[in-house]
């Protein structure tokens, strides 16, 4: 009798604490997609950050993400504040080169895709900062995985 209560016990604890880590496909919440891509090769480098804190590694188009450290909750939410009331939800820039940079932001089926050239000259000073802060973060995050 003991060892099937204990057993229980075990049981529910596993499931009762089973954590709430999600893939970028599965998330229903606030995502901001960005990357860079082109040039001679064409390979693209993205990454997603979920508003729950976690950051992934890896194109959606691909089918494959890997997820990296996560980041302090307040930190997003700070990067999602900011993303939201500096309008990046609804800007619309469509300016991509041979080389170009972009950046989603996705909350269910709404998605707004802003992409640019390297170089280019009306991209909002706003935006240029947060993307060299996001992949500032994202290159500890890498460095700390290998």
């Given at each position: 009798?003991?060892?099937?209560?204990?057993?229980?016990?075990?049981?529910?604890?596993?499931?009762?604490?089973?954590?709430?880590?999600?893939?970028?496909?599965?998330?229903?919440?606030?995502?901001?997609?960005?990357?860079?891509?082109?040039?001679?090769?064409?390979?693209?480098?993205?990454?997603?950050?979920?508003?729950?804190?976690?950051?992934?590694?890896?194109?959606?188009?691909?089918?494959?993400?890997?997820?990296?450290?996560?980041?302090?909750?307040?930190?997003?939410?700070?990067?999602?504040?900011?993303?939201?009331?500096?309008?990046?939800?609804?800007?619309?820039?469509?300016?991509?080169?041979?080389?170009?940079?972009?950046?989603?932001?996705k909350e269910g089926d709404k998605i707004n895709k802003i992409q640019w050239a390297a170089g280019e000259k009306d991209l909002p000073k706003e935006l240029?900062?947060?993307?060299?802060?996001?992949?500032?973060?994202?290159?500890?995050?890498?460095?700390?995985?290998?």
């Amino acid at each position: 009798m003991k060892i099937h209560l204990f057993i229980s016990l075990i049981f529910l604890f596993c499931v009762c604490c089973k954590t709430q880590h999600k893939t970028p496909y599965e998330f229903e919440g606030q995502q901001i997609i960005f990357g860079q891509g082109g040039g001679f090769t064409g390979q693209v480098t993205e990454y997603t950050l979920l508003e729950n804190g976690q950051l992934f590694a890896g194109t959606n188009q691909e089918g494959f993400v890997d997820e990296l450290k996560s980041l302090d909750k307040n930190l997003v939410k700070q990067i999602f504040g900011t993303c939201n009331n500096l309008g990046f939800d609804t800007l619309a820039l469509d300016k991509p080169g041979n080389q170009y940079y972009y950046f989603i932001t996705k909350e269910g089926d709404k998605i707004n895709k802003i992409q640019w050239a390297a170089g280019e000259k009306d991209l909002p000073k706003e935006l240029n900062v947060l993307f060299g802060n996001l992949k500032n973060l994202t290159k500890t995050r890498v460095q700390e995985k290998k």
